[in-house]
């Protein structure tokens, strides 16, 4: 997952809105989203390499979702997997702020990532590159490969694209082609607002977008997720080939146990 627009207690009806596109090497086997089979009451994509997940949520609406931290001169081959973060947390009742308590205890075993983890009523996130858990405010957040709200190109420009939009009108009446686009946006950033992380600058320059295309890396999927003030969730996602060309949609919308 690289980057993840997600706006929290602005909207009543809909104190949980994300809007998320997984950037990923195309040859790496993955599971569509949907309800898992060792655990129908989670529901979220599968990463088939190393297990676990990136973006889930489950039934009482408990998400959880993370992304990888920029920083290829520390990346570690023998690092466990990130995305069994998620999976761990779904799947027991632990609170999520005691559960990223014992995360923190761990964290130096694996490379860097950023967690979010939560429901309607408290949300937190926690950086391995960084020190505690925070509580995360209401308001419209953006978290890609560096800690939370850095101000990337990509990132405030999702933001503010998503920030205009009429949410909460689009969800009530299912409408999800406007945000669909707005995470389908390929513009890249000037050189000079590129960050500088440790990658060549042609990196740089692909991974500007909030969408991403190319042979090899780019975005695998799109996904919404939505938690509605009665507690239910809504999940859609969608896929694509390495031209950037839809293949495929899972919706649950609303999701039915």
Request: charged residues 20%; aromatic residues 12%.
């Amino acid at each position: 997952m690289c980057i993840v627009y997600f706006a929290y207690q602005t909207c009543p009806e809909w104190p949980i809105i994300i809007a998320a596109n997984r950037d990923e090497f195309h040859a790496r086997p993955t599971l569509a989203a949907a309800p898992w089979e060792s655990a129908p009451s989670i529901l979220g994509g599968i990463d088939l390499m190393a297990g676990g997940t990136w973006l889930a949520s489950d039934i009482q609406g408990r998400i959880g979702f993370l992304t990888n931290y920029r920083e290829p001169q520390s990346t570690r081959n023998d690092a466990p997997s990130r995305g069994h973060l998620i999976s761990r947390y779904l799947q027991h009742s632990e609170p999520a702020h005691s559960y990223l308590e014992q995360v923190q205890q761990v964290a130096e075993q694996y490379n860097g990532f950023n967690i979010v983890l939560g429901d309607a009523k408290a949300l937190y996130y926690y950086s391995n590159k960084q020190d505690g858990v925070q509580s995360i405010a209401s308001g419209h957040h953006v978290l890609s490969n560096h800690l939370l709200n850095s101000p990337w190109p990509k990132s405030e420009k999702l933001r503010q694209g998503f920030a205009q939009l009429p949410l909460k009108d689009l969800l009530n009446t299912a409408d999800l082609e406007p945000l669909f686009n707005c995470l389908y946006d390929q513009e890249k950033a000037f050189d000079e607002e590129l960050p500088q992380t440790g990658i060549s600058i042609e990196w740089e320059r692909l991974l500007s977008s909030p969408f991403i295309i190319s042979e090899d890396y780019g975005t695998r999927c799109s996904t919404l997720l939505a938690v509605h003030q009665n507690g239910q969730v809504y999940f859609a996602e969608r896929r694509f080939n390495s031209a950037g060309q839809a293949t495929g949609e899972q919706q649950f919308w609303p999701w039915q146990a």
